[in-house]
Protein backbone atom coordinates (compact mmCIF):
# COMPACT_ATOMS: atom_id res chain seq x y z
CA UNK A 1 0.00 0.00 0.00
CA UNK A 2 1.29 3.40 -0.75
CA UNK A 3 2.48 6.22 1.41
CA UNK A 4 -0.84 8.11 2.18
CA UNK A 5 -0.28 11.65 1.59
CA UNK A 6 -1.32 14.75 3.46
CA UNK A 7 -5.44 14.61 2.91
CA UNK A 8 -5.38 11.19 3.54
CA UNK A 9 -2.98 11.05 6.28
CA UNK A 10 -5.66 14.54 8.05
CA UNK A 11 -8.63 11.36 7.67
CA UNK A 12 -6.78 8.77 9.51
CA UNK A 13 -5.88 11.40 12.33
CA UNK A 14 -9.94 11.77 12.26
CA UNK A 15 -10.69 8.49 12.47
CA UNK A 16 -8.12 7.41 15.29
CA UNK A 17 -9.48 10.30 17.59
CA UNK A 18 -12.99 9.27 16.91
CA UNK A 19 -12.16 5.81 17.53
CA UNK A 20 -10.09 6.15 20.64
CA UNK A 21 -12.77 8.79 21.74
CA UNK A 22 -15.60 5.95 21.57
CA UNK A 23 -13.15 3.35 23.25
CA UNK A 24 -14.86 2.29 26.50
CA UNK A 25 -11.95 1.39 28.36
CA UNK A 26 -9.25 3.68 27.69
CA UNK A 27 -11.86 6.23 28.26
CA UNK A 28 -12.66 4.88 32.03
CA UNK A 29 -8.94 3.94 32.20
CA UNK A 30 -8.56 8.03 31.81
CA UNK A 31 -11.39 8.99 33.97
CA UNK A 32 -10.58 6.67 37.00
CA UNK A 33 -6.90 8.06 36.74
CA UNK A 34 -5.53 4.85 36.43
CA UNK A 35 -2.56 6.62 33.78
CA UNK A 36 -2.09 9.29 36.63
CA UNK A 37 -2.49 12.98 36.42
CA UNK A 38 -1.48 13.14 33.14
CA UNK A 39 -4.30 10.82 31.57
CA UNK A 40 -5.83 12.45 28.99
CA UNK A 41 -2.12 13.63 27.60
CA UNK A 42 -1.41 9.92 27.60
CA UNK A 43 -4.54 9.09 25.68
CA UNK A 44 -3.76 12.33 22.85
CA UNK A 45 -0.18 10.86 22.50
CA UNK A 46 -1.53 7.10 21.92
CA UNK A 47 -3.75 9.15 18.84
CA UNK A 48 -0.49 10.67 17.77
CA UNK A 49 1.58 7.19 18.77
CA UNK A 50 -1.22 5.28 16.96
CA UNK A 51 -0.76 7.61 13.58
CA UNK A 52 2.87 7.42 13.38
CA UNK A 53 2.54 3.70 14.06
CA UNK A 54 0.62 2.72 10.75
CA UNK A 55 2.70 5.16 8.96
CA UNK A 56 5.84 3.71 9.52
CA UNK A 57 4.92 -0.22 9.41
CA UNK A 58 3.96 -1.32 5.91
CA UNK A 59 0.81 -3.55 5.72
CA UNK A 60 -0.50 -4.04 9.61
CA UNK A 61 -2.31 -6.65 10.66
CA UNK A 62 -5.04 -6.97 13.49
CA UNK A 63 -2.90 -8.88 15.68
CA UNK A 64 -0.22 -6.19 15.79
CA UNK A 65 -2.50 -3.55 16.39
CA UNK A 66 -4.18 -5.03 18.96
CA UNK A 67 -0.64 -5.78 20.70
CA UNK A 68 0.68 -2.26 20.45
CA UNK A 69 -2.61 -1.29 21.98
CA UNK A 70 -2.31 -3.69 24.65
CA UNK A 71 0.90 -3.08 25.59
CA UNK A 72 -0.01 0.97 25.64
CA UNK A 73 -3.21 0.22 28.20
CA UNK A 74 -1.04 -1.90 30.28
CA UNK A 75 2.21 0.67 30.70
CA UNK A 76 0.64 3.49 30.20
CA UNK A 77 -2.66 2.94 32.23
CA UNK A 78 -2.02 -0.14 34.19
CA UNK A 79 -4.91 -1.39 32.45
CA UNK A 80 -5.41 -5.08 31.28
CA UNK A 81 -8.47 -4.90 28.38
CA UNK A 82 -9.88 -7.91 28.58
CA UNK A 83 -13.59 -7.15 27.28
CA UNK A 84 -12.57 -7.82 24.03
CA UNK A 85 -12.53 -4.42 23.21
CA UNK A 86 -9.22 -4.04 21.40
CA UNK A 87 -9.67 -6.65 18.85
CA UNK A 88 -12.64 -4.69 17.82
CA UNK A 89 -10.82 -0.98 17.80
CA UNK A 90 -8.14 -2.92 16.48
CA UNK A 91 -10.55 -3.40 14.04
CA UNK A 92 -11.77 -0.10 13.20
CA UNK A 93 -8.70 1.43 12.68
CA UNK A 94 -6.99 -0.98 10.56
CA UNK A 95 -10.18 -0.74 8.53
CA UNK A 96 -9.85 3.28 8.49
CA UNK A 97 -6.14 2.78 7.86
CA UNK A 98 -6.98 1.38 4.72
CA UNK A 99 -9.91 3.94 3.98
CA UNK A 100 -8.11 6.53 4.24
CA UNK A 101 -5.08 5.16 2.21
CA UNK A 102 -7.11 5.03 -0.79
CA UNK A 103 -8.44 8.54 -0.35
CA UNK A 104 -11.98 6.88 0.60
CA UNK A 105 -13.78 9.91 2.16
CA UNK A 106 -16.74 9.09 1.56
CA UNK A 107 -15.70 5.03 3.79
CA UNK A 108 -14.05 7.26 6.42
CA UNK A 109 -17.41 9.81 6.86
CA UNK A 110 -19.34 6.79 7.45
CA UNK A 111 -17.05 4.80 9.62
CA UNK A 112 -17.02 8.51 11.78
CA UNK A 113 -20.82 8.51 11.57
CA UNK A 114 -21.05 5.08 12.78
CA UNK A 115 -18.84 5.80 15.76
CA UNK A 116 -20.89 9.12 16.45
CA UNK A 117 -23.77 6.97 16.97
CA UNK A 118 -22.34 4.95 19.54
CA UNK A 119 -21.42 8.28 21.60
CA UNK A 120 -24.82 8.04 23.52
CA UNK A 121 -24.29 4.66 24.64
CA UNK A 122 -20.63 5.57 26.22
CA UNK A 123 -21.72 8.63 27.85
CA UNK A 124 -24.19 6.22 29.82
CA UNK A 125 -21.77 3.96 30.29
CA UNK A 126 -19.36 6.36 31.97
CA UNK A 127 -22.28 8.11 34.34
CA UNK A 128 -23.06 4.78 35.04
CA UNK A 129 -19.30 4.46 36.04
CA UNK A 130 -19.54 7.77 38.22
CA UNK A 131 -21.45 8.04 41.51
CA UNK A 132 -22.12 11.98 40.83
CA UNK A 133 -22.74 13.54 37.74
CA UNK A 134 -20.69 16.16 39.12
CA UNK A 135 -17.67 13.90 38.37
CA UNK A 136 -18.48 13.30 34.92
CA UNK A 137 -15.91 14.18 32.43
CA UNK A 138 -17.50 15.03 29.21
CA UNK A 139 -17.21 12.87 26.36
CA UNK A 140 -14.73 14.40 24.01
CA UNK A 141 -12.06 13.96 20.88
CA UNK A 142 -8.82 13.14 22.13
CA UNK A 143 -6.75 15.48 21.53
CA UNK A 144 -8.86 18.44 21.99
CA UNK A 145 -8.77 19.99 25.99
CA UNK A 146 -11.29 19.03 27.51
CA UNK A 147 -14.39 21.43 28.90
CA UNK A 148 -15.33 21.92 32.34
CA UNK A 149 -14.84 20.29 35.87
CA UNK A 150 -12.07 21.34 38.01
CA UNK A 151 -8.97 19.11 39.36
CA UNK A 152 -8.96 18.19 43.06
CA UNK A 153 -7.36 20.90 45.26
CA UNK A 154 -4.45 19.77 47.09
CA UNK A 155 -5.36 18.03 50.46
CA UNK A 156 -9.06 16.80 49.63
CA UNK A 157 -7.90 13.81 48.10
CA UNK A 158 -4.72 13.01 50.51
CA UNK A 159 -6.67 13.00 53.73
CA UNK A 160 -8.85 10.59 52.72
CA UNK A 161 -6.62 8.73 50.93
CA UNK A 162 -4.64 8.72 54.22
CA UNK A 163 -7.09 7.60 56.20
CA UNK A 164 -7.86 4.55 53.73
CA UNK A 165 -4.26 3.72 54.00
CA UNK A 166 -4.45 3.92 57.71
CA UNK A 167 -7.45 1.55 57.90
CA UNK A 168 -5.86 -0.93 55.97
CA UNK A 169 -2.74 -1.12 57.42
CA UNK A 170 -4.64 -2.03 60.46
CA UNK A 171 -6.25 -4.49 59.18
CA UNK A 172 -3.21 -5.99 57.67
CA UNK A 173 -1.56 -5.83 60.76
CA UNK A 174 -4.32 -8.11 62.43
CA UNK A 175 -4.71 -10.53 59.74
CA UNK A 176 -7.84 -9.90 57.98
CA UNK A 177 -8.21 -8.09 55.03
CA UNK A 178 -9.73 -4.63 54.97
CA UNK A 179 -13.76 -4.85 54.88
CA UNK A 180 -14.66 -2.61 51.28
CA UNK A 181 -16.44 0.60 51.46
CA UNK A 182 -20.39 0.48 51.91
CA UNK A 183 -21.87 -0.77 48.68
CA UNK A 184 -18.24 -0.66 46.66
CA UNK A 185 -16.06 -3.57 45.89
CA UNK A 186 -12.63 -2.82 46.09
CA UNK A 187 -10.73 -3.38 43.09
CA UNK A 188 -6.96 -3.44 43.24
CA UNK A 189 -4.51 -2.81 40.03
CA UNK A 190 -2.23 -5.43 38.56
CA UNK A 191 0.94 -5.56 39.78
CA UNK A 192 4.05 -5.27 37.65
CA UNK A 193 6.14 -8.23 36.65
Given at each position: MAAPGVEERGLFAQGVR????GWAA???????????????????????????FFLQNAELGEEEVEEFLAEVMDNEFDTAVEDG?????????????????????????????????????????????????????????????????????????ESSEEEEEEEEEEAMECGTPPPPPAGWTLVRRRRRR
Open positions: AVLGLQLAVAQGFGGPRGPEKAAWLAGALQDSLRQVSRELVTLFARASRGDAGGVGEALGALARRGPALRAALAAAHPSPAHTPPLHEWGDPPHGGSPPQDGEE
